[in-house]
């Protein structure tokens, strides 16, 4: 069912907005991304979030955090999943 919302201009105008859909991206697709942005410095966030489906802002916090992202073995297979909970896959051993 789609969200309603009131118009800002007309608070008799109600516009039905699509419900967002959540998207998740694997370790090794965070990592891709920074490498993009590494290489290509001039790619917007929105250029790369549509390669990838996801938001804008979604773009903007894998960079922000592209350090953790670009040291992810890409043979592990925590990096594989979607889910980022599993933190001792970024950790280095010692």
């Not at 073995?73 to 001792?88: F, K, P, R, V, Y």
Request: hydrophobic content about 30%; charged content about 25%.
């Amino acid at each position: 069912m789609p969200r309603k919302r009131i118009s800002a201009n007309n608070f008799n105008t109600v516009i039905e907005t699509p419900k967002r859909i959540r998207t998740s991206l694997t370790g090794l697709q965070k990592k891709e991304i920074c490498q993009i942005k590494l290489k290509n410095p001039s790619y917007t966030n929105a250029e790369i979030a549509e390669l990838f489906g996801c938001s804008t802002s979604t773009i903007g916090d894998v960079i922000r955090e592209s350090g953790k992202w670009l040291a992810i073995n890409e043979d592990d297979h925590a990096a594989q999943l979607c889910h980022s909970d599993n933190t001792n896959v970024f950790r280095t051993k010692s």
